[in-house]
């Protein structure tokens, strides 16, 4: 699996996690849906393709402000819990980040 395809399958993760147990939904909510969209958009046409950084070690931000703020919230929630709810993909993005310093 490409770097970027692992890079959307945790975002979405990330996503989803927030919107089931944060917001309450089953589905994602409209809101929760345009900003996996914007982030697919946004990891699609990544500079540094298939050499990236996770996203937080990354010297360009290439959301809108408004999105990152939103991703912001999205990530301080989900990211310590996806180590219960996708404890491999955690790990591994986790060992990808430290491995990249």
Same mark, same amino acid.
């Given at each position: 699996?490409?770097?970027?395809?692992?890079?959307?399958?945790?975002?979405?993760?990330?996503?989803?996690?927030?919107?089931?147990? !944060?917001?309450?939904?089953?589905?994602?909510?409209?809101? #929760? !849906?345009?900003?996996?969209?914007? %982030?697919? %958009?946004?990891?699609?046409? #990544?500079?540094?393709?298939?050499? !990236?950084?996770? #996203?937080?070690?990354?010297?360009?931000? #290439?959301? !809108?402000?408004?999105?990152?703020?939103?991703?912001?919230?999205?990530?301080?929630? %989900?990211?310590?819990?996806?180590?219960?709810?996708?404890?491999?993909?955690?790990?591994?993005?986790?060992?990808?980040?430290?491995?990249?310093?």
């Amino acid at each position: 699996m490409s770097r970027i395809a692992q890079e959307k399958r945790i975002v979405e993760q990330m996503i989803r996690l927030y919107c089931r147990r !944060k917001e309450g939904n089953r589905e994602l909510c409209p809101a #929760c !849906k345009a900003l996996l969209a914007y %982030a697919h %958009a946004r990891l699609e046409h #990544c500079p540094f393709g298939e050499g !990236k950084n996770t #996203c937080r070690l990354c010297p360009v931000h #290439c959301y !809108k402000r408004d999105m990152r703020e939103q991703m912001r919230q999205v990530m301080r929630y %989900a990211g310590p819990r996806m180590l219960w709810v996708h404890p491999v993909a955690a790990l591994r993005h986790l060992w990808r980040e430290f491995c990249t310093r």
